[in-house]
């Protein structure tokens, strides 16, 4: 069994900062790619930003420049630093990890961690 548990969420004032943070537990073999995504009320699920398990980065255009994405693998951790916090990115934040578990390789979530920006 593997576990996602995301941390950090909160309310800030537009132009604030939070750090998000994703730690997974459980029977882990090896974490490759990891991510964050988010979701709005009325809205479809989107891409924030990917890392490897190499820390090579994504991101998704509205981001870059404020999101910084990092993980720590000793800890089997995945961060997310926002920057420059804006109203629009109001949203339930989702970890997303793909994890050689024993013999099985998946995808999995956290539950997601609210964020609330407001103007």
């Known amino acids: 069994q593997v576990q996602l548990v995301e941390s950090g969420g909160g309310l800030v004032q537009a132009g604030g900062s939070l750090r998000l943070s994703c730690a997974a537990s459980g029977t882990i073999v090896t974490i490759k790619d990891m991510g964050w995504y988010r979701q709005a009320p009325g809205k479809e699920r989107e891409l924030v930003a990917t890392i490897t398990s190499g820390g090579s980065t994504m991101y998704a255009d509205s981001q870059k420049g404020r999101f910084t994405i990092s993980r720590d693998n000793a800890k089997n951790t995945v961060y997310l630093q926002m920057d420059s916090l804006k109203p629009e990115d109001t949203a339930v934040y989702y970890c997303?990890?793909?994890?050689?578990?024993?013999?099985?390789?998946?995808?999995?979530w956290g539950r997601g961690t609210q964020v609330t920006v407001s103007s």
């Open positions: 997303k990890a793909r994890i050689l578990s024993g013999f099985m390789l998946g995808d999995y």
